[in-house]
């Protein structure tokens, strides 16, 4: 799944809107991202999805909720009116704790959680496009998830911006710090995934 620059204009949410199905899967900063192809690739899917079925378990009566993509993450910058915010993100996986921020679009403000499953053809994009505009906007801590190296890149906010990452390797169990008894086993993923 490639990522490419739309176009150099700056959009808003509310252009956003008007598009057509098929049109840029995210804004980020005013600038539009497509997706080529359209569709995550088989084991993003079951990566992406075993991350959701764990957290959602984990969080089961709890206040706190769970949302896989495509799910529309709106990041304003000063409280800006929803049509003027130009940061849209779809995480792959996200928890989010003030359920005031949901409403029937997705949500407007920061997730707590973030996991994002890195391919060769987005991790770039995800580090160096994404991993800023959620630091900017306040998102407590970031997965960055390589299936092909075996690690994941965790990123905690500490004084308004990510610190040193912690890298961990994809064995046995892994606490989410933003999120109290949140803990990823990825010895339940498939071995395929790995």
Not at 58 to 77: E, K, M, T
Not at 110 to 118: S, T, Y
Not at 124 to 149: F, M, N, Q, S
Request: aromatic share 8%.
């Amino acid at each position: 799944m490639a990522v490419s620059r739309q176009d150099a204009l700056h959009h808003t949410y509310g252009e956003y809107l008007t598009w057509p199905e098929g049109h840029p899967a995210e804004l980020i900063n005013g600038t539009a991202y497509i997706r080529e192809p359209p569709a995550p690739s088989r084991l993003h899917q079951e990566i992406a999805g075993e991350l959701y079925l764990q957290v959602r378990l984990a969080l089961d009566g709890h206040s706190c909720r769970a949302y896989i993509a495509p799910f529309d993450v709106r990041l304003p910058r000063h409280g800006e009116a929803d049509e003027l915010i130009d940061t849209v993100i779809q995480p792959d996986v996200l928890i989010v704790c003030d359920l005031l921020k949901l409403d029937e679009r997705g949500m407007r403000g920061a997730p707590d959680w973030v996991a994002e499953v890195l391919s060769p053809a987005t991790a770039r994009h995800d580090r160096l496009i994404k991993l800023p505009a959620y630091e900017r906007a306040g998102v407590a801590e970031t997965w960055l998830i390589d299936p092909p190296a075996r690690i994941a890149t965790l990123h905690r906010l500490r004084g308004g911006r990510y610190g040193p990452p912690a890298v961990v390797e994809l064995r046995g169990r892994t606490p989410v710090a933003s999120v109290a008894g949140v803990v990823i086993d990825w010895g339940r993923f498939p071995s395929s995934a790995w």
